[in-house]
């Protein structure tokens, strides 16, 4: 199994940026999808960001397209997430997760492991 540790959250202007890098050992992030989830307030857990284990295929909400970025850098068994233009209505706690199926899912039943979550917080 792989334990997955959230880091770079923070507090940013809007407009501002932040790097989320999720830390994962145990296991090599390139034998899961990866998955960055997303959740605010009184609000379900949503994917916003995943890449998948087969062939890196990335897949974006609508809400963030343009603006995320999401990447796998295997030699440092890291998943990043780049967050640019932030909006007030980014922020929430963000989670990295890991399943072992070959394509990005988006239900969050489908991850088997999670990070603790990563604060984010933009103001207006």
Not at 43 to 55: F, G, P, T
Request: net charge positive; charged share 20%; proline share 2%.
């Amino acid at each position: 199994q792989v334990q997955l540790v959230e880091s770079g959250g923070g507090l940013v202007q809007a407009g501002g940026s932040l790097r989320l890098s999720c830390a994962a050992s145990g296991r090599t992030v390139s034998t899961y999808t990866m998955g960055w989830f997303r959740q605010a307030p009184g609000k379900e857990r949503e994917l916003v960001a995943a890449i998948s284990r087969s062939v890196g295929s990335t897949y974006y909400a609508d809400s963030v397209k343009g603006r995320f970025t999401i990447s796998r850098d295997n030699a440092n068994n890291t998943v990043y997430l780049h967050m640019n233009s932030l909006k007030p209505e980014d922020t929430a706690v963000y989670y990295c997760a890991a399943t072992r199926l070959s394509f990005y899912e988006l239900s969050r039943l489908k991850y088997d492991y999670w990070g603790q979550g990563t604060q984010v917080t933009v103001s207006s």
